[in-house]
């Protein structure tokens, strides 16, 4: 993803693109001459002039060797969440910063340490020798480690290794393209402390360069650039919350109807009209179809065990800004099987009076219950109960309740309504205490709604009726 020193990488992606053994994210390289590669990656890096190069000691050699021939702890893992124990309804942003802890202050690399987004010149170069150097990672982040500019006839090799902070090493990937034609690595990897480590395979008096370009806005559901490396979500209606940092960029996502329910799925932006930034596509089997904006898009029924796949990429009409987010929909298509919502005590204003469904003075009490289409119950999804307490103007001014289904799929919950002036005032005979009143009483005409924070369009309330009847009621006073 690109950083803010604007991380023009796209077109040094032209050179050996990886998928090592811990899933780093694989790119589409770009066909570009190794002049262009130079300027871009010159562009994208800050200069961090020559090194005084200092030798590999033997015993570290031999550790790194080690790690390259496989006999060493690995340690590298992708960031990719784990896999999960229980379906929840919005996936949450994991922690991206490293633990602070004593080991980790205590951490002493093993090689000199440069700085990361900085491209550092090498001269002098000897056939064999070797060079190793250190750089941290804060926070999980997108890298492209980079070996360039080598002098003509000069052939090095690029390894990236990763320490467990305890001086463990483990291979995260390699390039060795042929002659003098540059390396480099390039995917996501979490926060931590890793190791360039070139070897002079041919080299006679060489210059090369080397650097680490680092994007840390990604979200958390990276690596997901390909079909092959999609983000799987969990068995429930999920609504995850992504960005695209590039007009390249592309993050897929599947999920697997394990009992062939009815599978939904819908994208939207924030509340600035971000959503015209993304094209939405779902995978027909054979072709990627675009679902248009504002649409939701449903598969009434498919084959048990079917994963459904989707895709949101950028809007090549519109300039990309890496800080917007969209939301995505995607999973079991909700269903609400029934739904209460309940006033306080408070003598209710006749029908013939006043006509509102839902009375109450302080509290609603609201319970919701859901499923997918094959009656599976949905957990951890959100209900939102919608209070507009008192209609003035045109426009809505809804209050959200938010409440979350438990493993029936149903949720519980309050809403505390607070204190009112009343704008209408009435006055009825009452006598369902058994005893007969004359009762004062104000109040103001509102309305509720239910919907589903995961998925539009469903609940109560909608197209054709948009609210229940609401009276909020502020005094009652008995008169005679």
Not at 87 to 105: D, F, M
Not at 206 to 233: H, K, M, R
Not at 372 to 392: A, M, Q
């Amino acid at each position: 993803m690109k950083s803010k020193k604007a991380f023009m990488l796209g077109a040094a992606l032209a050179a050996s693109c990886f998928v090592s053994a811990f899933a780093l994210a694989e790119q589409t390289p770009q066909k570009l001459s190794a002049e262009a590669v130079r300027q871009a990656v010159d562009k994208a890096l800050k200069s961090g002039g020559k090194l005084d190069a200092a030798k590999v000691p033997a015993s570290l050699k031999q550790k790194l060797q080690a790690a390259q021939a496989g006999q060493s702890k690995a340690v590298t893992q992708a960031v990719k969440t784990a896999p999960f124990n229980t379906v929840i309804a919005e996936l949450k942003k994991p922690s991206q910063a490293a633990p602070k802890s004593a080991a980790v202050a205590a951490f002493e690399p093993l090689f000199p340490t440069l700085d990361i987004n900085t491209l550092y010149t090498i001269d002098g170069v000897g056939q064999g020798e070797e060079f190793a150097y250190h750089f941290n990672l804060p926070q999980n982040a997108r890298i492209q480690v980079q070996l360039v500019n080598q002098s003509a006839g000069t052939d090095m090799s690029l390894t990236l290794f990763q320490d467990d902070g305890q001086g463990n090493l483990s291979v995260v990937g390699s390039s060795d393209a042929a002659g003098s034609a540059d390396e480099y690595l390039d995917g996501v990897l979490p926060a931590g402390d890793y190791y360039w480590y070139m070897v002079a395979k041919v080299a006679s008096n060489s210059q090369f360069s080397f650097g680490v370009a680092v994007d840390a806005n990604i979200d958390a559901y990276e690596p997901n650039d390909t079909a092959q490396t999609a983000f799987v979500l969990p068995d429930s209606m999920n609504k995850v919350t992504g960005n695209l940092d590039s007009a390249n960029d592309v993050d897929y996502f599947d999920f697997k109807a394990v009992r062939g329910q009815s599978v939904s799925m819908y994208l939207a932006g924030d509340e600035n009209g971000s959503r015209e930034q993304w094209i939405f596509d779902r995978f027909d089997g054979a072709n990627w179809v675009t679902v248009p904006a504002g649409s939701t898009s449903t598969y009434p029924s498919v084959t048990p065990g079917t994963t459904v796949k989707v895709r949101v990429r950028a809007n090549p009409g519109v300039a990309q800004d890496p800080t917007k987010a969209y939301q995505l929909s995607l999973g079991s298509t909700p269903r609400l099987n029934t739904s209460d919502v309940k006033g306080d005590y408070i003598v209710r204003v006749p029908a013939s009076i006043y006509w509102m469904a839902t009375q109450a003075a302080r509290t609603l009490t609201w319970s919701t219950n859901w499923s997918d289409s094959t009656g599976t119950p949905l957990l951890g999804v959100t209900p939102v109960l919608r209070v507009d307490k008192h209609f003035e103007g045109a426009d809505f001014n809804w209050t959200d309740f938010r409440a979350t289904t438990d493993s029936s799929g149903t949720s519980k919950a309050t809403a505390g309504l607070g204190e009112c002036f009343g704008e209408n005032r009435v006055q009825f005979a009452d006598s369902s205490t058994g005893v007969s009143y004359n009762w004062d009483t104000t109040f103001n005409f509102g309305g509720w709604r239910i919907e589903l924070d995961e998925f539009p369009g469903v609940g109560v309330g909608g197209d054709n009726v948009s609210y229940v009847t609401f009276g909020h009621i502020c005094t009652q006073d008995i008169i005679h």
